[in-house]
T-cell receptor
Framework: GAVVSQHPSRVICKSGTSVKIECRSL??????MFWYRQFPKKSLMLMAT?????????EQGVEKDKFLINHASLTLSTLTVTSAHPEDSSFYIC????????????FGSGTRLTVV | ELKVEQNPLFLSMQEGKNYTIYCNYS?????LYWYRQDPGKSLESLFV?????AVKQEGRLMASLDTKARLSTLHITAAVHDLSATYFC???????????????FGEGTQLTVNP
């Protein structure tokens, strides 16, 4: 089946630094990747959608300059949290959709970001 | 704007009992998904429902879809402790001209099965 690998699973960083999270589709080409943020005991909130080779589409209220998304290839998307602050601490989950929607949506294992 | 509502949001039940989680959505949908999430973990796919009247079963869980009523249900039969988790439904609105396909999630139902 379709597998999406997300790294790192946990990261602790200092305020003001940047953190990069990778999302890779291992056995299929992901035409579209999605980045979600989840607060404790809440649902998933879509942050942005990225398509290979094009700019990401951000949801309303999501700061483009803070959450940089790059979808450089059909198997890799990255989310960089720039100048992180404690309020950016959250659980970030990526998801990938295969070409022709064959596989539906496959989710990565998530990244727990803690900014201290 | 698509709205997806789940109820109940919290469910505490005893082992051996049956219960149903409901998922209502506000617009025509192409697909509906059910996911399970354990604490600190990502989402595990349970079911994909593709058409009106679709019914899928896996173990003690059964999901159904009524596209006319814009309603999906997740039925739990003879619950066991291992089913304790948060369950999300998500609606796929299909490809759109500008944004493509995307999922909109319900709020989640936190299920606790007590011995």
């Amino acid at each position: 089946g379709a597998v999406v690998s997300q790294h790192p699973s946990r990261v602790i960083c200092k305020s003001g630094t940047s953190v990069k999270i990778e999302c890779r589709s291992l056995d299929f080409q992901a035409t579209t990747m999605f980045w979600y943020r989840q607060f404790p005991k809440k649902s998933l909130m879509l942050m942005a959608t990225s398509n290979e080779g094009s700019k990401a589409t951000y949801e309303q209220g999501v700061e483009k300059d803070k959450f940089l998304i790059n979808h450089a290839s059909l198997t890799l998307s990255t989310l960089t949290v720039t100048s992180a602050h404690p309020e950016d601490s959250s659980f970030y989950i990526c998801s990938a959709e295969g070409r022709g929607r064959i596989y539906g949506y496959t989710f990565g294992s998530g990244t727990r970001l803690t900014v201290v | 704007e698509l709205k997806v509502e789940q109820n109940p949001l919290f469910l505490s039940m005893q082992e051996g009992k049956n219960y149903t989680i409901y998922c209502n959505y506000s617009t025509t949908s192409d697909r509906l998904y059910w996911y399970r999430q354990d604490p600190g973990k990502s989402l595990e796919s349970l079911f994909v429902l593709l058409s009106n009247g679709a019914v899928k079963q896996e173990g003690r869980l059964m999901a159904s879809l009524d596209t006319k009523a814009r309603l999906s249900t997740l039925h739990i039969t003879a619950a066991v402790h291992d089913l304790s988790a948060t369950y999300f439904c998500a609606v796929d609105v299909g490809p759109r001209e500008t944004s493509g396909s995307r999922l909109t999630f319900g709020e989640g139902t936190q299920l606790t099965v007590n011995p």
